[in-house]
């Protein structure tokens, strides 16, 4: 069975050659060493949410978003597995794991997603709404009352207007996202197609801009 998610989908988007590699002959793109601060933040972060989940919401986001956090911990524990997913045929698997979600009073549950950055974001990026509406799809094949909707929350440092006083202390905005479930299924069965086939070219449009070939593909040069 393939299994995918959200962030590999993004990478079939993104050059259908350098997916077919990671899958078909185990070639990954090449990386470098990483910061752990990304991933302790993301750590912070889920357990301030749980903490606040009694109150609703974090103090910093009442008044800017929709619904209230779910009140079952248990699953909202559910949702951040990896392995929170299903089989969209006998031979496909897609899932991902969750940050947060929240409930509305309709009982429908929407996806929350939360972004760290060091300096005030600009318009999101387009994998970040293709990852919301895979959430979306997720939910809904789990049989979990939805809506096409998403929220993505940006914790950031803004060093332009820093408080001295406080100099680490995040700013945040909140996104709210119209999401496309529809269209992330018949994108996993043109990525499956893909898997399928003979190895791609170089994707001209890496990253969903004209002109613009594949830098990985490039580097590995690999004659398949």
């Known amino acids: 069975m393939i299994k995918l998610s959200p962030s590999s989908l993004n990478l079939f988007l993104e050059c259908p050659r350098c997916f077919w590699l990671r899958f078909n002959k185990g070639i990954s793109r090449p990386s470098g060493p ?3 601060l990304p991933s302790g933040m993301d750590y912070t972060l889920k357990n301030y949410y749980d903490y606040c989940r009694k109150n609703g919401l974090p103090p910093q986001l009442k008044g800017l978003i929709k619904g209230k956090l779910i009140s079952d911990q248990e699953k ?3 949702m951040r597995k990896r392995s929170f997913g299903f089989e969209l045929n006998k031979d496909v698997w897609f899932g991902g794991a969750l940050d947060e979600a929240l409930e ?3 009982d429908s549950i929407v996806p ?3 972004k760290t950055k060091g300096f005030p974001p600009k318009e999101s990026h387009w ?3 293709m990852q919301m509406s895979g959430y979306t799809l997720i939910l809904k094949n789990k049989s979990i009352k939805t809506k096409n909707l998403a929220y993505l929350v940006h914790w950031f440092l803004d060093h332009k207007n820093m408080n001295l006083g406080d100099p680490f202390k995040f700013n945040v ?3 709210e996202v119209e999401t496309n479930p529809d269209e992330i299924k018949s994108k996993i069965l043109d990525a499956v197609k893909c898997l399928n ?3 791609p070219k170089p994707s001209e ?3 969903m801009k004209q002109n613009e070939i594949c830098p990985f593909c490039k580097f590995h040069n690999t004659k398949i």
């Open 173 to 175: 905005t909140v996104e």
């Open 112 to 114: 929350l997603d939360n």
């Open 104 to 106: 509305f009073e309709d």
């Open 34 to 36: 990483s910061s752990t």
């Open 76 to 78: 909202v524990s559910e």
């Open 197 to 199: 086939r003979e190895i």
């Open 127 to 129: 994998t970040q709404k």
């Open 205 to 207: 449009t890496c990253g």
